[in-house]
């Protein structure tokens, strides 16, 4: 009687398990119900923004920093005109900031050294679960979308990069609310020297309060959308149409 | 218990155990921290190394490496959702079934709180950990000696000791560690990152706490079998209970 009890719990055991198992991957599969688990991304982007306002992420001091700050996503750039620009020092390379924008800008690396310039030491966090502190120095986005002049329209900013995936160019997005948060800045410089190529030369985006993909690196161009549909996989980013990661990535 | 049949319930009566606001938390339980556990192996995969302090990456030292179990895979698919490697999916479902764990938890503290059930039934009492009182229980349960009777109406020391770890301590730490892990929770809430020792220590201890939680739910399981499951099951879907015969009953 105890014996036969017991092996129907564990023969019901063992079914319950398999049945959670292929059933989550089902639902996995499951596109109603991915979607109702997507929702739960607006609601934490709204949520945590609530939460810190206009908050800084918190910056450290320099005996804080990471010995060796990791290289992730690519290393290396295989485009023939980013190999030319790399070894004259991106002397005659420059920035493009354009679409939705009333005053189209070409920014070249003095430029962007020329403009008022923040640094600052802070955690990035990368999707896996590393951390690693690292200085950043750059002009802050927000001064330079102001200088191009936003149109009504714009929503978005979409940094082009110069690196691939395969045949896919890597590119990211964040909309207003971050591009004009004080932390968002344009670095050219990383740990008191220029960008190395492995860490996103001549100019990768750093957005403190999110986690690492978003921080584009390898950035050529910056475009104002007023929607991200259209462009690519539609969803904002590479690992965003690639992955299906979370555009707004707090968490 | 919420009403007895009778002045002196006995052995084999049907009495009313666990209330609703209970039962639905349980089995929300169940199924949420399941979840959670399988989503969170998946994502811990993604990067098997834990750290303490605010930074932590391959180039720093690790307190617990798995990088080289499993080709790198430690948590096999059997025990992970999905069953093939996807951060991305698992993040999916890890940040939405955050939220109703979450909202259930704080819902269910305030209500235990407030009706008082959490210090009648569920945090011990003096008396509960006088010394002779928990050897005693410890004593029992080694035997595998459970309450029959009135007896079986009240949660043992170990019990309340078991239960008050997970709602006051194990639970909340998943939220809270989990929580310090968002970027944009540590700049809203420096406090929490900083009272964890760092977004890294935050990692390990949600990842500790996670291990807490396995050990819990097997104990809970080998107990809810070993002392009537039948009986058990019906208590927590229906909250009815048949209370255990006493020794002379049985005779």
């Given at each position: 009687?105890?014996?036969?009890?017991?092996?129907?719990?564990?023969?019901?055991?063992?079914?319950?398990?398999?049945?959670?198992?292929?059933?989550?991957?089902?639902?996995?599969?499951?596109?109603?119900?991915?979607?109702?688990?997507?929702?739960a991304?607006?609601?934490?982007?709204?949520?945590?923004?609530?939460?810190?306002?206009?908050?800084?992420?918190?910056?450290?001091g320099?005996?804080?920093?990471?010995?060796?700050?990791?290289?992730n996503?690519?290393?290396?750039?295989?485009?023939?005109?980013?190999?030319?620009?790399?070894?004259?020092?991106?002397?005659?390379?420059?920035?493009?900031?354009?679409?939705?924008?009333?005053?189209?800008?070409?920014?070249?690396?003095?430029?962007?050294?020329?403009?008022?310039?923040?640094?600052?030491?802070?955690?990035?966090?990368?999707v896996?679960?590393w951390?690693?502190?690292?200085?950043?120095?750059?002009?802050?986005?927000?001064?330079?979308?102001?200088?191009?002049?936003?149109?009504?329209?714009?929503?978005?900013?979409?940094?082009?990069?110069?690196?691939?995936?395969?045949d896919?160019?890597?590119?990211?997005?964040?909309?207003?609310?971050?591009?004009?948060?004080?932390?968002?800045?344009?670095a050219?410089?990383?740990?008191?020297?220029?960008?190395?190529?492995?860490?996103?030369a001549p100019?990768?985006?750093?957005?403190?309060?999110?986690?690492?993909?978003?921080?584009?690196?390898?950035v050529?161009?910056?475009?104002?959308?007023?929607?991200?549909?259209g462009?690519?996989?539609?969803?904002?980013?590479?690992?965003?149409?690639?992955?299906?990661?979370?555009w707004?990535?707090?968490? | 218990m919420?009403?007895?049949?009778?002045p002196?319930?006995?052995?084999?009566?049907?009495?009313?155990?666990?209330?609703?606001?209970?039962?639905?938390?349980?089995?929300?339980?169940?199924?949420?921290?399941?979840?959670?556990?399988?989503?969170?192996?998946?994502?811990?995969?993604?990067?098997?190394?834990?750290?303490?302090?605010?930074?932590?990456?391959?180039?720093?030292?690790?307190?617990?490496?798995?990088?080289?179990?499993?080709?790198?895979?430690?948590?096999?698919?059997?025990?992970?959702?999905?069953?093939?490697?996807?951060?991305?999916?698992?993040?999916?479902?890890?940040?939405?079934?955050?939220?109703p764990?979450?909202?259930?938890?704080?819902?269910?503290?305030?209500?235990?709180?407030?009706?008082?059930?959490?210090?009648?039934e569920?945090?011990?009492?003096?008396?509960?950990?006088?010394?002779?009182?928990?050897?005693?229980?410890?004593?029992?349960?080694?035997?595998?000696?459970?309450?029959?009777?009135a007896?079986?109406?009240?949660?043992?020391?170990?019990?309340?000791?078991?239960?008050?770890?997970?709602?006051?301590?194990?639970?909340?730490?998943?939220?809270?560690?989990?929580?310090?892990?968002?970027?944009?929770?540590?700049?809203?809430?420096?406090?929490?990152?900083?009272?964890?020792?760092?977004?890294?220590?935050?990692?390990?201890?949600?990842?500790?706490?996670a291990?807490?939680?396995?050990?819990?739910?097997?104990?809970?399981?080998a107990?809810?079998?070993?002392?009537?499951?039948?009986?058990?099951?019906?208590?927590?879907?229906?909250?009815?209970?048949?209370?255990?015969?006493?020794?002379e009953?049985?005779?």
């Amino acid at each position: 009687m105890i014996l036969t009890r017991r092996s129907l719990i564990g023969i019901g055991a063992a079914g319950a398990g398999g049945l959670l198992l292929s059933g989550c991957d089902r639902l996995n599969a499951n596109g109603t119900f991915r979607q109702g688990m997507k929702s739960a991304e607006g609601l934490t982007m709204r949520a945590q923004r609530l939460v810190m306002g206009d908050a800084l992420a918190r910056e450290f001091g320099p005996g804080e920093m990471s010995p060796d700050f990791r290289v992730n996503g690519n290393a290396r750039v295989e485009d023939a005109a980013y190999r030319a620009a790399l070894a004259s020092g991106f002397a005659g390379w420059a920035l493009r900031v354009d679409g939705l924008v009333q005053r189209p800008l070409t920014l070249g690396l003095d430029a962007l050294k020329r403009l008022p310039q923040r640094a600052q030491i802070t955690r990035h966090d990368c999707v896996e679960g590393w951390s690693a502190i690292g200085k950043w120095q750059g002009p802050q986005l927000g001064p330079v979308l102001a200088a191009a002049g936003l149109l009504p329209d714009a929503r978005y900013v979409v940094f082009h990069c110069a690196d691939r995936f395969g045949d896919k160019p890597y590119y990211e997005s964040i909309d207003l609310i971050d591009a004009f948060h004080p932390q968002t800045i344009l670095a050219w410089a990383m740990n008191d020297a220029p960008l190395s190529e492995a860490h996103g030369a001549p100019l990768r985006l750093r957005v403190e309060r999110q986690l690492g993909y978003k921080h584009a690196k390898y950035v050529m161009r910056i475009e104002l959308r007023a929607t991200l549909t259209g462009l690519y996989g539609g969803k904002g980013g590479y690992w965003e149409d690639n992955g299906d990661y979370a555009w707004y990535a707090g968490i | 218990m919420q009403s007895v049949p009778g002045p002196t319930p006995r052995g084999g009566d049907v009495v009313k155990r666990h209330g609703l606001m209970t039962r639905l938390w349980h089995w929300l339980n169940a199924i949420a921290v399941t979840v959670m556990l399988m989503s969170g192996l998946m994502i811990f995969n993604a990067h098997p190394r834990l750290y303490w302090g605010h930074y932590g990456a391959n180039p720093d030292p690790a307190w617990l490496d798995l990088s080289q179990v499993n080709g790198g895979i430690p948590f096999p698919g059997a025990v992970t959702i999905p069953t093939d490697y996807s951060l991305a999916d698992a993040r999916l479902w890890h940040l939405a079934f955050a939220w109703p764990l979450a909202a259930a938890l704080c819902g269910y503290l305030v209500w235990a709180l407030l009706s008082g059930r959490l210090r009648r039934e569920i945090v011990p009492t003096p008396r509960d950990l006088a010394p002779r009182n928990l050897r005693d229980d410890i004593a029992e349960h080694a035997r595998l000696r459970f309450p029959t009777g009135a007896a079986a109406l009240r949660y043992g020391v170990l019990q309340r000791l078991a239960y008050s770890a997970v709602l006051l301590i194990l639970l909340p730490g998943m939220v809270l560690t989990g929580l310090a892990m968002s970027p944009a929770m540590d700049a809203g809430w420096p406090w929490l990152v900083d009272l964890l020792g760092g977004r890294q220590s935050a990692r390990s201890v949600h990842f500790l706490c996670a291990a807490a939680l396995v050990g819990f739910v097997a104990v809970h399981l080998a107990m809810v079998a070993l002392s009537g499951p039948i009986n058990g099951m019906r208590a927590m879907l229906s909250g009815r209970y048949r209370l255990p015969l006493e020794a002379e009953q049985a005779e």
